[in-house]
């Protein structure tokens, strides 16, 4: 680096980066969360459904059972219920989505620190990219929505260790190349 500002500047754009890393974990992470509920929700609801359905006549269930039958009705109705409520496959698709914009945001934050910082002589040039990037960070943290703050812990955690088992795989590949 030749000046104090493109130091600086480096030094802040890696900050946005791993931000970048996390939120998008975190993200991709939350999405993955909604889509389990809303899968067992559903099919408890019909398995649920089924069993009550089962329970109200003689068959395979042995015999009629009406209070068992409108327990498992009830329960199946609740359970659909909540899954409107919740609308899991909603959240898990805009979890999706936001992920997908860290990540592209990510990837020009990348190409900026990797790249442009170090062939751009024009400051005022770097400045003013470096202010767009972080308002189109702002754009997609209004835009996304809120996940909890231990998904967030996690998603830091999991990028900790796949880094860590990145770095003693590249040690382990330099200490066996051939010289």
């Known amino acids: 680096m030749s000046s104090q500002f493109k130091e600086n500047l480096l030094k802040l754009a890696k900050e946005v980066d791993s931000v970048c890393r996390w939120v998008r974990t975190a993200h991709f992470v939350s999405a993955g969360i909604w889509d389990v509920i809303g899968l067992f929700l559903g099919v408890s609801a019909i398995v649920v459904g089924v069993a009550g359905g089962g329970s109200a006549g003689a068959g395979i269930f ?58 751009e002589t024009d400051e005022l040039k770097l400045e003013k990219k470096y202010d767009d990037l972080l308002k189109e960070k702002e754009d997609i943290t209004r835009k996304s929505p809120i996940f909890s703050n231990w998904v967030f812990g996690w998603a830091k955690q999991v990028l900790r260790k796949r880094d860590e088992a990145e770095k003693k795989k590249q040690g382990a590949e330099s200490a066996t190349a051939p010289v």
Not at 96 to 118: H, M, P, T, Y
Request: aromatic share 6%.
């Open 62 to 119: 042995g015999p009629a059972n009406p209070a068992l039958a409108a327990v498992l009705s009830a329960t199946a109705g609740l359970t659909a219920g909540v899954v409107s409520f919740l609308k899991p496959s909603d959240r898990a698709s805009a979890h999706k989505k936001a992920g997908d914009d860290w990540s592209i945001l990510r990837d020009k934050v990348v190409s900026f620190w990797q790249l442009e910082i170090v062939l």
